[in-house]
């Protein structure tokens, strides 16, 4: 499969608890972007990096929350102290045109 | 108010039928306008691009209406494979390289 992988695709945790999630882009893509979607709701933008230079940050992205891609290549996402109000799906896409994004199959997390 | 907004659903539709979805944005500066499908549990994937002059892609026609800020999708001679959830999406000049997504609308067809 030469799409967006993310690991892991479920992601249970407590309160309190740090989870870092992994999405490898599609070879060659060297722009990379994580979304949150409730249910119900539309993907809400979290972040981008062009390579391993992070470019655009939204509000929504707490200072609990980090992205990192060190080498341009794939990227992880940081949640600490999770609350309960951070479950949700994150979505990780890719693309070398921000007007064609390519998403991962998302990591669901779930905060109990 | 959201910045892209669309009518949640759900739309039941009977095979054979045609339907029409609407999206409105508020950003004047947005300059880029697409459809994404989403199925239930997986990711959002491009259904088509909106160009100003409309366009067709099958059974599937978008339009654009700048004047109005409005989006549309018409899509006809539906088949039970096309219930899912439809995202108006628009990118904007003055907000980066960020997609914004509408809430959905959900379509589900019926034999």
């Known amino acids: 499969d030469t799409g967006v992988s993310q690991d892991p695709r479920h992601k249970i945790t407590k309160r309190g608890q740090n989870v870092t999630f992994r999405c490898d882009p599609i070879?060659?893509?060297?722009?990379l972007y994580w979304y949150r979607q409730t249910l119900g709701q539309g993907p809400e933008f979290l972040t981008y990096?062009?390579?391993?230079?992070?470019?655009?940050k939204s509000r929504l992205l707490s200072d609990r929350f980090s992205a990192e891609r060190p080498k341009g290549s794939f990227s992880t996402l940081e949640i600490q102290r999770t609350e309960q109000g951070d479950s949700a799906m994150y979505l990780c896409?890719?693309?070398?045109?921000?007007?064609?994004?390519?998403f991962g199959a998302g990591t669901r997390l779930s905060v109990l | 108010r959201k910045e892209v907004e669309q009518d949640p659903g759900p739309f039941n539709v009977p095979e054979g039928a045609t339907v029409a979805f609407n999206c409105t944005y508020s950003n004047s500066a947005s300059q880029s306008f697409f459809w994404y499908r989403q199925d239930c549990r997986k990711e959002p994937k491009l259904l088509m691009s909106v160009y100003s002059s409309g366009n067709e892609d099958g059974r599937f026609t978008a339009q654009l209406n700048r004047a109005s800020q409005y989006i549309s999708l018409l899509i006809r001679d539906s088949k039970l494979s096309d219930s899912a959830t439809y995202l108006c999406v628009v990118r904007s000049y003055n907000a980066g390289n960020m997609l914004t997504f509408g809430g959905g609308t959900r379509l589900m067809v019926k034999p």
């Open positions: 896409a890719s693309s070398t045109n921000p007007n064609i994004q390519y």
């Open positions: 990096f062009q390579n391993e230079a992070q470019l655009e």
């Open positions: 070879s060659e893509h060297n722009r």
